[in-house]
């Protein structure tokens, strides 16, 4: 695996914005190695985005999932819909999911839990808001939120991580390279803690304001494992731009 970019689309494009995204995508993507990409569109668009990414190796799926399976559930998709649609991972535990829709370290326990299960690689969010790292609490929240969201896990099971911080996304703020290099060495040091050896297959991403401009320096960092990005993923050009600078400072560090 090199260096990895996932897109978190929010609630932007429908199912004709996602196909026009990769039709782009595909004539630009000579040279690319699909499987250090993914893709989370919104839950509408996720059928057309299972036939353009289909065994492509291209990782994707959903932006939230619920845990159970099936019954009577007004308004929720299970594991098991989302599996039957081709996807391979989903992410859980977005900040936005927490702060807006009151998602409780609890749920994001069973929401990992019932896609390992289902062989579906979660992405879980971790991440302190701009009054928890002013008061100092950022290493507690970001490892809380990491055990509480592990509660339960088997260490045979993949996940991705990414950290977050609440005051970087969408806010054109962007963490610097120290402070994302510190948050993900004591996310790095918290994995060994919970997962031993098994730890070293989780790939951390930075997630947060990440641009073209601003990618290199993060992608310097040796613990930031690639990007979880956001606005900058709706654009074809600007999501290339950010893989390649992500994949040239690792090659020259
Ligand atoms: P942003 O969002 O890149 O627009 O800041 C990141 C995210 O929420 O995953």
Redesign the pocket.
């Known amino acids: 695996m090199g260096f990895i970019c996932a897109g978190?689309w929010?609630l932007n494009k429908g199912p004709k914005e996602a196909n026009e995204f990769f039709e782009d995508f595909q004539a630009k993507a000579q040279g690319l190695l699909l499987s250090d990409f993914a893709i989370y569109p919104s839950a509408f668009s996720l059928y057309t985005v299972s036939q353009e990414l289909r065994e492509k190796g291209f990782n994707w799926g959903a932006q939230n999932i619920y845990w159970e399976s099936s019954g009577a559930f007004t308004g929720e998709n299970s594991v098991e819909i989302l599996k039957e649609m081709g996807a391979t991972q989903c992410l859980v535990g977005?900040?936005?999911r927490r702060a807006l829709f009151g998602e409780t370290n609890e749920q994001t326990a069973q929401k990992m839990l019932a896609l390992a299960n289902q062989g579906i690689t979660p992405v879980l969010?971790v991440g302190e808001t701009l009054q928890e790292r002013k008061s100092g609490q950022t290493n507690a929240v970001i490892t809380s939120q990491l055990r509480e969201a592990l509660k339960g896990w088997n260490a045979n099971n993949s996940f991705w991580l990414?950290y977050?911080p609440v005051w970087?996304?969408?806010?054109g703020e962007v963490a610097t390279p120290q402070q994302a290099e510190e948050a993900h060495q004591v996310l790095r040091a918290e994995l060994e803690k919970l997962l031993a050896e098994k730890s070293k297959k989780t790939p951390i991403l930075y997630?947060?304001?990440?641009k073209p401009e601003n990618a290199f320096e993060l992608a310097k960092m040796p613990n930031v494992d690639g990007f979880?990005?956001?606005?900058?993923?709706l654009k074809v050009d600007f999501f290339r731009q950010i893989y390649q600078q992500g994949t040239k400072a690792k090659q020259s560090s």
């Open positions: 978190n929010k977005h900040s936005e969010c990414a977050e970087a996304i969408g806010t997630g947060g304001s990440v979880l990005i956001g606005g900058a993923s």
